[in-house]
C-alpha cells in the first residue's frame, strides 16, 4: 500500500491567504481630527494642560505645588539672569580700565550666577517632582481603564467599535506618562519666553514680532505633523487590535501544541508580518508628507530668523540701540529663541499626546455610560423561586434573537437541565438568568424582583457559575477556588470543595499546595490538566454556596470518574439550592436524575 502526503498531492497548492482587511463602519468609524481645523486644535492646548493638572493634583498634591513653585522660580531666575546681564554688559562695554569695569560689574555678575544656580536646582527639583507624579498618574489611569472594562455591561463587548476604542484608550494610557513631562517642559518654556520677551521688549519692541515669526513656523509644522501622525495611528488601530489578539494566542504555552501539530508555524508567521507589514506601509506613506511639512516650515521659520538678526545688526550699526544694549539683546534673542522653540515643541508634543488621552476619556465616559444602571433592589440571601415571562433576547449585530419568548420557572430544591445543540442558545439563555445578559422583551425575576431593578452586585452575590470558557487564573490554587472571597481564616471549607470535586490527590502533589502559583509560565508555578482546571473550576462553584447554582458543560473536560463524582455532589446539594446544567448531551440530565 502506497501512503500519499495530501501536502504534496496536488503540486499547484494555493498560498496561504493574506489577514482580512479590516474595515470599520458606524459611529465610530471615523477619525474624530478628520474635519478639525488648526485653529481649533491649537485651542485643545488649554483645556489640556488643565486636564493634566487635575489628573496630577488628584494624585500628588505635594509633587504638583512642589512642581509648580520650581516653575515659577526657573522663570524668575531667567528674568534675573537677563535683566542683571544687561547691567553686567553695560559696565563691561564701558570706558575705563579693565579691572575698573570688573568691579563695576561684579555685583550684577554675582546675581547673575546666583540666579542661574538657583534656575538649576529648582529644574532638578523639577524632574524630582515628574519623577514622582508620573508612575501615580500612569498607575492611575491604567487602573482606571481595567475597571471601566470590568464594570461594562456584558452586552457591550459585542457594540460596535467597543475593541477597537479600548485599544485606542490602551495607547493612551502608555501617552500619560509623557504627558506631566510634557506639561512641566511646556510651562518651563512658556515661564522663560515670558521673562525674556519682557526683556527683550524693553530693549526694543520691534524684534519680540520678529522672533514670534521666526518660531510660529516650528509650532505649525509641529502640529500638522501631529495630526498626520494620529491619522496613521487611526488607520492602524483595528490592524494593531488584531495583531496584539493574534500574538497572545500564538505565543501563549497553553496552545503551542495545537500551533506545532497542526503545522500552523509557518502561517502564523506569515499571518503576522504581513499584518505587521500593512501597519508599516501606512506609516511609511506617511512619512513624504511629513517630509514636506518639516521642510516648508524650516525653511520659512529660516527666513524669519535671519530677519530677526539681520534688523539686530541693523539697529547695533545704525546707532539705535547702544553696543552694551546690542549684547544683552543678543544673549536675550538666544535665550528667547531656545524658549520658544521649546515652547512650540513641547506644545506640539502635549496636542499629541491629547490626541491618545482624547481616546482614553472618550472610552472612559462610553464605559461609564454603558457601567449597568439598573435599579436598587436587593435580592434576599434565601430565594426560593427564579421566574421568566417571555424574555427575548438579541445580541448586536445579529438578524434574529438568540433566545425568542422561553418562560419557566426554577424552584428551590430543583434540577434543570437545558439540552440543545450548539448555538441553540443555552448559554445565552444562562446568562440572563444571572442577570449578565439583561432581556430586551420580558422578565426575569427573582422571588417576584425583576433582575432589571436589582442591584447587579446582590445578584450576582447569589449566584455561582462554571461558564462553558472559564478562566485559568494565575493566581494561588487556594484563590482559584475562593476567587479571592475567603469565608472563613482558615482551610477548611475550601478543603472540604477540594475533597467534593476529588481534587485532593492532585493539590497534595503541588510544590506548595494551595499555596501553589497555578502558572508554569511563571517561576515556581504549576499546571493543572484540562479536566483538572474543570473540576477546580466546579469547586470555585460549589464553595460560593448561593441560591443558584448555573453550570455550563462543567465535565466536558473530565473523564467518567470525575463526571460521576461532580453529579453526585451536585444532587446532594441540590436540596439547599436551584441548580441548572447546560449540556448537549442527553445523558448527563439522566446521570442527575438516577
Not at 486636564?51 to 504638583?64: E, F, L, S
Not at 534688523?311 to 553696543?323: E, F, M
Not at 460549589?542 to 455532589?569: K, N, V
Not at 446539594?573 to 446544567?581: F, K, N, P, S
Request: with cysteine.
Amino acid at each position: 500500500m502506497t501512503v500519499t502526503d495530501a501536502s504534496t498531492a496536488n503540486e499547484e497548492t494555493p498560498p496561504p491567504p493574506p489577514p482580512a482587511s479590516i474595515t470599520f463602519e458606524g459611529k465610530h468609524g471615523k477619525n474624530p481630527l478628520a474635519d478639525a481645523s488648526f485653529g481649533a486644535m491649537c485651542r485643545r492646548l488649554p483645556s489640556v494642560l488643565g486636564h493634566t493638572a487635575r489628573m496630577a493634583w488628584a494624585v500628588d498634591r505635594t509633587g504638583v505645588a512642589l512642581l509648580l513653585v520650581c516653575q515659577l522660580l526657573v522663570g524668575i531666575a531667567a528674568a534675573v539672569v537677563l535683566a542683571f546681564t544687561a547691567q553686567a554688559m553695560t559696565h563691561l562695554l564701558a570706558t575705563g580700565t579693565v579691572s575698573g569695569r570688573l568691579h563695576a560689574a561684579l555685583p550684577a555678575l554675582v546675581v547673575v550666577t546666583t540666579a542661574a544656580g538657583i534656575g538649576r536646582i529648582s529644574g532638578a527639583l523639577s524632574s524630582y517632582a515628574d519623577g514622582r507624579i508620573t508612575p501615580l498618574l500612569m498607575t492611575e489611569a491604567d487602573v482606571a481603564l481595567v475597571a471601566a472594562v470590568c464594570r461594562v455591561e456584558s452586552a457591550a463587548y459585542g457594540e460596535d467599535g467597543f475593541a477597537d476604542r479600548q485599544e485606542a484608550a490602551e495607547v493612551g494610557v502608555t501617552r500619560t506618562r509623557m504627558m506631566v513631562q510634557d506639561a512641566q517642559r511646556f510651562m518651563s518654556a512658556l515661564i522663560r519666553m515670558i521673562a525674556a520677551s519682557g526683556v527683550i521688549t524693553a530693549l526694543h519692541p520691534l524684534l519680540l514680532p520678529l522672533l514670534l515669526l521666526a518660531v510660529l513656523p516650528a509650532g505649525a509644522g509641529a502640529v500638522l505633523s501631529a495630526r498626520v501622525d494620529y491619522e496613521t495611528h487611526y488607520l492602524n488601530v483595528g490592524d494593531r487590535n488584531v495583531r496584539s489578539m493574534m500574538r497572545w494566542w500564538a505565543t501563549y504555552s497553553r496552545y503551542g501544541d495545537e500551533v506545532r501539530a497542526n503545522g500552523m508555524t509557518d502561517y502564523l508567521i506569515y499571518w503576522y508580518r504581513a499584518l505587521s507589514d500593512r501597519i508599516d506601509q501606512r506609516t511609511v506613506t506617511a512619512a513624504p508628507r511629513m517630509l514636506r511639512i518639516v521642510l516648508a516650515t524650516s525653511a520659512l521659520g529660516g527666513i524669519f530668523q535671519l530677519g530677526t538678526w539681520a534688523t539686530l545688526a541693523w539697529l547695533a550699526t545704525t546707532g539705535r540701540v547702544a553696543l552694551p544694549v546690542a549684547a544683552t539683546a543678543l544673549v536675550a534673542v538666544q535665550t528667547t529663541l531656545a524658549s520658544l522653540s521649546q515652547f512650540v515643541i513641547h506644545g506640539a508634543a502635549m496636542f499629541h499626546t491629547s490626541l491618545y488621552l482624547a481616546d482614553m476619556r472618550s472610552f472612559l465616559d462610553m464605559a461609564t455610560e454603558r457601567a449597568p444602571k439598573r435599579g436598587e433592589l436587593t435580592i434576599p440571601e434565601r430565594v426560593d423561586e427564579i421566574r421568566l415571562d417571555e424574555v427575548v433576547y438579541q445580541y448586536p449585530g445579529k438578524e434574529g434573537p438568540a433566545v425568542a419568548g422561553v418562560s419557566l420557572t426554577l424552584r428551590r430544591g430543583e434540577i434543570l437541565a437545558i439540552v440543545g445543540e450548539n448555538g441553540s442558545g443555552k448559554s445565552t439563555l444562562a446568562k440572563l438568568i444571572t442577570g449578565i445578559l439583561l432581556a430586551d422583551k420580558g422578565r426575569v425575576l427573582w422571588d417576584s424582583v425583576d433582575l432589571a431593578q436589582a442591584a447587579p452586585a446582590s445578584v450576582w452575590k447569589r449566584t455561582a457559575l462554571v461558564p462553558q470558557g472559564f478562566a485559568c487564573w494565575p493566581l494561588r490554587a487556594r484563590e482559584n477556588i475562593t476567587l479571592g472571597q475567603p469565608k472563613t481564616h482558615d482551610d477548611g471549607p475550601v478543603w472540604d470543595v477540594v475533597d467534593a470535586v476529588g481534587m485532593r490527590d492532585a493539590i497534595e502533589k503541588l510544590p506548595h499546595q494551595l499555596d501553589t502559583l497555578l502558572a508554569k509560565e511563571l517561576f515556581g508555578g504549576a499546571e493543572l490538566s484540562g479536566g483538572q482546571w474543570q473540576r477546580l473550576v466546579c469547586g470555585r462553584a460549589l464553595y460560593r454556596q448561593t441560591p443558584l447554582l448555573i453550570l455550563d458543560e462543567p465535565t466536558s473536560q473530565m473523564d467518567a470518574r470525575g463526571e460521576h463524582a461532580i453529579f453526585l455532589e451536585i444532587k446532594r446539594i441540590a436540596a439547599e439550592r436551584m441548580t441548572i446544567v447546560v449540556t448537549h448531551q442527553l445523558d448527563n440530565p439522566a446521570s442527575l436524575g438516577e
